[in-house]
């Protein structure tokens, strides 16, 4: 059985954990495959998602492969102007029709920064192609399954082929029993896992990150008592810890999605998580570090209230700084010294966990029925 699995490899630890997870879960239970990459900013983002090139690659990985597995990570997302089939999936039409084999799609987010551009009509339109062609569908649970819906209703599209998406657990959340943490009763290492964007708009209107980054109490605080633990290269432009857990040259070989388990390996000595995007949350539940949240995106503070989670969540929305910089610090200081806070972050978390497991292995069940 061969596999080709589409995604954004060696860019970032969320994207290759979520990429490389259902890959670990299929190989165990259907133990003929053969996986193949294919890294959507390499082969289809370097041409802007080209009509007639992306239709070129996908006649050949049909000849080559048995199915095509799409995700995961926040692969729907739509910048216009950027991408000929008008979202950063190489996906319209014309490109679906080369593809004749099997498509499988596996807890693709919809991966919106707030004040930005989200799905266009076009967009869109090519969305439900290709939910349309797939033989298995799915969102990520973290509100990318109510925010579809809203876009079926927002463009009146066929509400029976929303009946076709299943939401399912963000594979970040998926680790073995022996790969997770036990339970501590004392907080010391503290890690501040940032999220460097290049993109102006992301930084002003989404992410805030001025509200952690230039706000002097909670830089003092990161400073002194975190150590800094990057998600993507762009991360080393801002450090703030004066602590760091590797150099960039060993960063560069462990962002290499083939050594996530690696770079992983660290979270067995981390104690508190402090992270600005969606995955330091989602791989801290999953490793069970405690963390605090910071819902600069939707899809964080959509998790949250999910989940029920919002009292471990700073939500920036409509706040000062100052107000962000004494949430922090409240947190900061119950996470570190309330022993019953910390439990109940535990508890809550387990519960998290165990509902994940139980659809996360029945949903790759049912993909494996798919291709085998």
């Excluded at 657990?169 to 964007?197: C, G, H, M, V, Y």
Aim: hydrophobic share 35%.
């Amino acid at each position: 059985m061969k596999i080709i699995q589409l995604g954004c490899y060696n860019r970032n630890f969320g994207d290759s954990i979520a990429i490389y997870n259902p890959r670990r879960s299929i190989s165990r239970k259907v133990l003929d495959t053969e996986w193949k990459d294919l890294c959507l900013v390499e082969k289809f983002h370097t041409h802007h998602c080209n009509i007639k090139k992306s239709s070129q690659q996908f006649d050949i990985i049909s000849k080559e492969h048995n199915v095509l597995f799409v995700g995961g990570a926040g692969l729907v997302e739509s910048w216009p102007g950027n991408f000929k089939t008008h979202w950063k999936l190489p996906f319209d039409k014309t490109t679906l029709k080369s593809i004749k084999i099997p498509i499988v799609v596996y807890g693709v987010g919809l991966n919106f920064h707030r004040g930005c551009q989200d799905l266009t009509e076009e967009a869109f339109k090519n969305l439900c192609l290709l939910i349309n062609q797939s033989e298995y569908f799915s969102v990520r649970s973290d509100g990318s399954y109510e925010n579809l819906y809203k876009f079926f209703e927002k463009y009146n599209a066929n509400k029976n082929l929303f009946d076709k998406v299943k939401e399912v657990p963000d594979a970040a959340l998926i680790f073995d029993p022996e790969e997770q943490n036990e339970r501590i009763q004392t907080i010391k290492n503290k890690i501040f896992n940032s999220a460097w964007s290049n993109k102006v708009v992301i930084r002003e209107k989404s992410r805030k990150l001025h509200y952690v980054l230039n706000n002097e109490e909670i830089k003092n605080i990161l400073k002194e008592q975190y150590i800094f633990y990057p998600h993507t290269p762009k991360d080393f432009n801002k450090i703030i810890c004066k602590k760091q857990l590797f150099s960039r040259k060993d960063f560069d070989n462990l962002v290499k999605t083939k050594n996530i388990y690696e770079a992983l390996s660290h979270y067995d000595k981390f104690h508190l998580m402090f992270g600005l995007h969606a995955h330091a949350q989602l791989i801290s539940i999953g490793k069970n570090v405690p963390c605090i949240s910071y819902s600069s995106f939707d899809k964080t503070g959509d998790f949250v209230k999910k989940h029920d989670l919002q009292e471990f969540n700073i939500e920036p929305q409509g706040k000062s700084k100052e107000d962000v910089a004494q949430e922090f610090i409240s947190l900061n200081d119950k996470f570190t010294n309330d022993s019953d806070f910390l439990n109940k972050w535990y508890d809550k978390r387990d519960a998290i966990v165990k509902q994940s497991l139980q659809i996360y292995e029945q949903e790759i069940s049912n993909i494996c029925e798919i291709i085998k």
